[in-house]
């Protein structure tokens, strides 16, 4: 074979994994709507005023016969949902690497997830449960396929591209968010406007993101490849069998897991301040929800710049210092929202700057650095179980926000509680020695990582 003809086929080859790429940022750009404008801005502070128009005289309410304060019943829910999460994604893991027909199983999980939230249209009045199912079943789903999505990683990029691509994934996901949430903002702010009521307007923009989801997963679903594998006809009937195997092949790479479970831990805390700021802001802080939209899309500009900017960093610094250096700033900006005024929207923006800035890096930079640990042909059951650290495990953080609450009645006891998962993380992920645990994984090591 020539030289020329070499060139021609490794420019044919970058020139289509580029494309992919392109297509898979745009799941990305897809999902990340839901997790801005559903459960970061909307659903926490709506479906909790719905709660309270259900409670009794004590403010609670009794789903399945068991008393809860309507104040904590969307923490609940979204923990409630992450242990569903973890009963299905091992399967879709598992048929993933067992099929290499990863497409069709990410079109299931999106599409499931994109109707359940375009039916949350129809939460109003008193219909608290069927908010609650419905959160419970998107969350669910967006767990599910952000396993197949994340699992692509390594196939579309070689070691010295993942974080740049990883972080890109990421600015296009906030971008995607800051456009929408800009549409909320304009609905909400002028819904009489557009001849509707204030509940109205919030429920067209949970439909909203549910439609724009199903409708921009299309771009990744025809531009992804799947990749048979040898083993491909196995069946998901195993999904439990092949997480134990998953869990057995770690530990024989310990570092690997050593790194999962600090990430577990961090990523539980991040998590929960996404999913619980708005109820904090509302709640506690007494903000109105144009406050929140413009808060959280103060998050979504300077999540872009941050996720570009600490990719940068990384390259100088590593991925793994990066991520240490975020973790200080996670704690050093929880301990100060417990401090908030109430009635200041300009401290709350100032948070939600801190915010932004190391949100998207962290999580980006996380996802790159767990692929340089995955030993090759395993792209989906490892990253099966590192969802389940990002999104299956992070039941712990919604749970003891919503109990602190339940205890107390305070939401600033709550949010200031989540400080110990940065901490936590912090210690544990300083002690993996990241280069050996590359090694150790039979992958090759970047010069900085």
């Known amino acids: 074979m020539g030289t020329d003809t070499v060139r021609e086929q490794t420019a044919d080859e970058a020139a289509e994994r580029r494309r992919e790429q392109r297509g898979w940022y745009v799941y990305d750009w897809a999902c990340s709507v839901y997790s801005t404008s559903v459960l970061t801005v909307f659903l926490g502070p709506y479906l909790t005023s719905v709660a309270k128009a259900a409670a009794d005289a004590d403010g609670f309410v009794h789903p399945l016969g068991i008393p809860l304060r309507a104040g904590s019943f969307f923490a609940y829910c979204v923990s409630a949902s992450v242990i569903l999460s973890i009963f299905v994604m091992p399967l879709a893991g598992a048929a993933a690497d067992r099929t290499g027909r990863k497409k069709p199983l990410l079109a299931v999980a999106a599409y499931v997830g994109a109707a359940a939230t375009a039916g949350m249209f129809f939460l109003n009045g008193d219909r608290y449960l069927l908010g609650g199912l419905l959160l419970i079943v998107a969350n669910a789903s967006l767990a599910v396929s952000m396993v197949l999505y994340n699992s692509y990683l390594p196939q579309i990029a070689p070691p010295e591209e993942r974080d740049a691509v990883s972080s890109r994934g990421?600015?296009?996901?906030?971008?995607?968010?800051?456009?929408?949430?800009?549409?909320?903002?304009?609905?909400y702010t002028a819904h009489d406007t557009f001849g509707v009521s204030e509940a109205t307007a919030v429920r067209i923009c949970l439909a909203s993101a549910g439609i724009w989801w199903g409708a921009f997963?299309?771009?990744?679903?025809?531009?992804?490849?799947?990749?048979?594998?040898?083993?491909?006809?196995?069946?998901?009937?195993?999904?439990?069998?092949?997480?134990?195997?998953?869990?057995?092949?770690?530990?024989?790479?310990?570092?690997?897991?050593?790194?999962?479970?600090?990430?577990?831990?961090?990523?539980?805390?991040?998590?929960?301040?996404?999913?619980?700021?708005?109820?904090?802001?509302?709640?506690?802080?007494?903000?109105?929800?144009?406050?929140?939209?413009?808060?959280?899309?103060?998050?979504?500009?300077?999540?872009?710049a941050g996720a570009l900017?600490?990719?940068?960093?990384?390259?100088?610094?590593?991925?793994?210092?990066?991520?240490?250096?975020?973790?200080i700033a996670w704690t050093v900006t929880l301990g100060a929202g417990y401090f908030l005024p109430a009635g200041a929207?300009?401290?709350?923006f100032v948070l939600a700057a801190g915010i932004g800035v190391v949100l998207g890096g962290s999580q980006a930079l996380s996802r790159s650095l767990?692929?340089?640990?995955?030993?090759?042909?395993?792209?989906?059951?490892?990253?099966?179980?590192?969802?389940?650290?990002?999104?299956?495990?992070?039941?712990?953080?919604?749970l003891l926000f919503g109990l602190t609450y339940q205890l107390t009645g305070s939401y600033r006891d709550a949010i200031i509680?989540?400080?110990?998962?940065?901490?936590?993380?912090?210690?544990?992920?300083?002690?993996?020695?990241?280069?050996?645990?590359?090694?150790?994984?039979?992958?090759p090591v970047p010069d900085r990582i």
Do not use: C
């Open 170 to 187: 990421w600015a296009f996901g906030y971008a995607s968010g800051s456009l929408v949430l800009v549409a909320n903002l304009v609905l």
């Open 217 to 304: 997963t299309l771009v990744p679903l025809k531009r992804l490849r799947d990749r048979r594998t040898t083993s491909s006809s196995g069946t998901s009937s195993h999904g439990w069998r092949q997480l134990a195997a998953t869990v057995r092949d770690m530990r024989r790479q310990p570092l690997t897991l050593a790194f999962l479970l600090a990430y577990l831990v961090y990523n539980d805390g991040i998590q929960t301040v996404i999913s619980q700021a708005s109820v904090y802001g509302s709640e506690e802080l007494g903000l109105d929800q144009s406050t929140l939209i413009v808060a959280v899309l103060l998050v979504q500009l300077l999540a872009v």
């Open 309 to 327: 900017g600490m990719g940068r960093l990384a390259r100088t610094y590593g991925a793994k210092r990066t991520i240490l250096g975020s973790l």
């Open 345 to 348: 929207p300009v401290w709350f």
């Open 370 to 398: 767990f692929s340089h640990l995955v030993p090759p042909g395993k792209e989906a059951e490892y990253f099966s179980a590192y969802e389940m650290s990002d999104r299956g495990m992070s039941w712990l953080g919604p």
């Open 417 to 443: 509680s989540l400080v110990a998962f940065f901490v936590l993380g912090f210690v544990l992920l300083a002690r993996v020695p990241v280069r050996q645990a590359v090694r150790d994984a039979g992958n």
